[in-house]
């Protein structure tokens, strides 16, 4: 999950956590408001009812006193209300057919009532009493409607405000992931060899500034590292190419007989020695090659080369070696093939490279096979051997500078310097084509470039 997705998760459950936590509240605060609201209406009633049953004792005229108690029946919640005189004699009732009833029991309730009553004082003549009974269940009905009414506006605001939490959840998200999207870019072209990739400047003081300006800081160090790097090889491998040419030079002509005659055993001593040299020369090359890489793309000269004029070469020059490791060595051109946008040389390179590596993973008796075909608006070169084969969990790997194959590199002939394919891979890519490579380990391995037609 992104870190900007999971920014604005946290921020949208903060404010449902909020908004959860402010609505319990809030229903709690406005239940105990209801309720408190209800008591007064409800004393008030009684309030009203005991002036009522004062009026009618001191008057003795219980006409307007007993319809008050009928009207007060006929309200939704009310299961009764009564005025009672000191003795209990119901004066007044709500049901006006239980006047003149006694009530033994003034102050007992029915259950599911709820009852508020009130005294009557009259000097001289005792205390008579006003009740009012409540039907429990139909206030707490009454109740919850009004609550309910109130949380249904409650829970619109909720979702209302959740949009503008979603909005301003994914704002806030951005502006503080893009800075960190923004370095992980950068790290990626870091790590890619882009060494002189900088993020531009930003008005940020805080943290993520701070660490903006540290990240620019280090990628111009490690460039000006790698500078040193570079200028130190190549010095050191320019160094090495001129004495090391001299020593082929001076092993070749002795291998010509231009000093004299050589015995059996010398000649093998030379030719070892030569192909040593050789080995050593092929690798300063690379490391130059490498330098060439990190410095910039290739200088490719295009032309449109004859895939047979690409081909032939590259195999011509490696049919010595093949013999000498006892791997058959074929090419397969068909005619007609169109011919490729290339240069010449940079290409041979690639091929010379592939076929080299085929025979140094080919055991002796194998075969190492080069062809080339039309692939829609492109030719296909593959080389394919019949040798140990490349483990799939490293496939992926093997154009990566310096890597060479872990379980392979003990059947080798020789070791390189792991630098010939991902040289291969940038000659292909500058040429707009493509590498690959398909391998079953322990049944030889095929590599593939394209090249575009010209």
Same mark, same amino acid.
């Given at each position: 999950?992104?870190?900007?997705?999971?920014?604005?998760?946290?921020?949208? @459950?903060?404010?449902?956590?909020?908004?959860?936590?402010?609505?319990?509240?809030?229903?709690?605060?406005?239940?105990? @408001?209801?309720?408190?609201?209800?008591? /007064?209406?409800?004393?008030?009633?009684?309030?009203?009812?005991?002036?009522?049953?004062?009026?009618?004792?001191?008057?003795?005229?219980?006409?307007?006193?007993?319809?008050?108690?009928?009207?007060?029946?006929?309200?939704?919640?009310?299961?009764?209300?009564?005025?009672?005189?000191?003795?209990?004699?119901?004066?007044?009732?709500?049901?006006?057919?239980?006047?003149?009833?006694?009530? !033994?029991?003034?102050?007992?309730?029915?259950?599911?009532?709820? /009852?508020? $009553?009130?005294?009557?004082?009259?000097?001289?003549?005792?205390?008579?009493?006003?009740?009012?009974?409540?039907?429990?269940?139909?206030?707490?009905?009454?109740?919850?409607?009004?609550?309910?009414?109130?949380?249904?506006?409650?829970? /619109?605001?909720?979702?209302?405000?959740?949009?503008?939490?979603?909005?301003?959840?994914?704002?806030?998200?951005?502006?503080?992931?893009?800075?960190?999207?923004?370095?992980?870019?950068?790290?990626? %072209?870091?790590?890619?060899?882009?060494?002189?990739?900088?993020?531009?400047?930003?008005?940020? #003081?805080?943290?993520?500034?701070?660490?903006?300006?540290?990240?620019?800081?280090?990628?111009?160090?490690?460039? %000006?590292?790698?500078?040193?790097?570079?200028?130190?090889?190549? $010095?050191?491998?320019?160094?090495?190419?001129?004495?090391?040419?001299?020593?082929?030079?001076?092993?070749?002509?002795?291998?010509? #007989?231009?000093?004299?005659?050589?015995?059996?055993? /010398?000649?093998?001593?030379?030719?070892?020695?030569?192909? $040593?040299?050789?080995?050593?020369?092929?690798?300063?090359?690379?490391?130059?090659?490498?330098?060439?890489?990190?410095?910039?793309?290739?200088?490719?000269?295009?032309?449109?080369?004859?895939?047979?004029?690409?081909? +032939?070469?590259?195999?011509?020059?490696?049919?010595?070696?093949?013999? +000498?490791?006892?791997?058959?060595?074929?090419?397969?051109?068909?005619?007609?093939?169109?011919?490729?946008?290339?240069?010449?040389?940079?290409?041979? +390179?690639?091929?010379?490279?592939?076929?080299?590596?085929?025979?140094?993973?080919?055991?002796?008796?194998?075969?190492?096979?080069?062809?080339?075909?039309?692939?829609?608006?492109?030719?296909?070169?593959?080389?394919?051997?019949?040798?140990?084969?490349?483990?799939?969990?490293?496939?992926?790997?093997? *154009?990566? =500078? *310096?890597?060479?194959?872990?379980?392979?590199?003990?059947?080798? #002939?020789?070791?390189?310097?792991?630098?010939? !394919?991902?040289?291969?891979?940038?000659?292909?890519?500058?040429?707009?084509? +493509?590498?690959?490579? %398909?391998?079953?380990?322990?049944?030889?391995?095929?590599?593939?470039?394209?090249? =575009?037609?010209?």
């Amino acid at each position: 999950m992104r870190l900007r997705v999971r920014f604005s998760l946290v921020i949208l @459950s903060l404010i449902l956590l909020s908004q959860v936590f402010f609505s319990a509240a809030y229903y709690y605060i406005e239940r105990r @408001s209801e309720m408190g609201l209800m008591y /007064q209406q409800a004393m008030q009633s009684v309030q009203l009812a005991t002036a009522e049953c004062h009026e009618a004792m001191v008057t003795g005229d219980w006409g307007t006193a007993r319809e008050y108690f009928v009207a007060l029946g006929m309200l939704p919640a009310v299961r009764h209300a009564d005025c009672m005189d000191a003795g209990g004699r119901i004066l007044a009732h709500s049901d006006p057919t239980r006047i003149g009833e006694r009530n !033994l029991d003034a102050f007992g309730v029915a259950e599911g009532v709820w /009852q508020v $009553s009130r005294s009557v004082r009259l000097p001289g003549r005792g205390a008579g009493l006003a009740r009012i009974g409540y039907d429990a269940a139909e206030l707490d009905a009454q109740v919850r409607g009004r609550l309910a009414r109130t949380m249904l506006v409650l829970s /619109q605001v909720g979702v209302f405000s959740m949009v503008l939490g979603l909005l301003a959840a994914f704002l806030v998200a951005r502006a503080q992931t893009r800075p960190i999207e923004e370095l992980a870019a950068a790290t990626a %072209e870091l790590s890619a060899g882009h060494l002189d990739f900088r993020l531009p400047e930003d008005a940020r #003081r805080d943290e993520l500034g701070l660490l903006r300006l540290k990240f620019n800081e280090m990628a111009h160090r490690l460039g %000006e590292l790698d500078k040193m790097k570079r200028r130190l090889v190549e $010095s050191l491998t320019h160094d090495l190419k001129n004495p090391l040419a001299g020593i082929k030079a001076s092993l070749q002509m002795m291998l010509d #007989r231009n000093a004299g005659p050589l015995t059996a055993a /010398q000649k093998k001593y030379m030719e070892s020695s030569l192909e $040593s040299a050789d080995r050593l020369w092929d690798t300063i090359d690379g490391i130059l090659d490498a330098m060439r890489l990190q410095a910039g793309p290739f200088p490719i000269q295009l032309e449109d080369a004859e895939v047979e004029a690409l081909v +032939r070469p590259a195999a011509a020059g490696l049919e010595p070696k093949a013999e +000498r490791c006892g791997v058959k060595l074929k090419t397969s051109v068909p005619k007609g093939l169109p011919r490729v946008k290339a240069d010449c040389e940079l290409v041979q +390179r690639v091929l010379g490279n592939l076929l080299a590596n085929a025979l140094k993973f080919t055991p002796s008796g194998g075969t190492v096979t080069l062809r080339a075909e039309k692939d829609g608006g492109t030719v296909r070169f593959e080389v394919r051997d019949t040798g140990a084969g490349i483990p799939a969990e490293e496939l992926s790997r093997i *154009f990566e =500078p *310096f890597y060479q194959v872990s379980e392979t590199g003990s059947l080798a #002939r020789e070791h390189g310097s792991g630098l010939g !394919l991902s040289i291969c891979e940038r000659i292909v890519r500058e040429h707009g084509g +493509r590498i690959w490579a %398909e391998s079953e380990f322990g049944k030889g391995s095929a590599f593939f470039f394209t090249l =575009p037609a010209a």
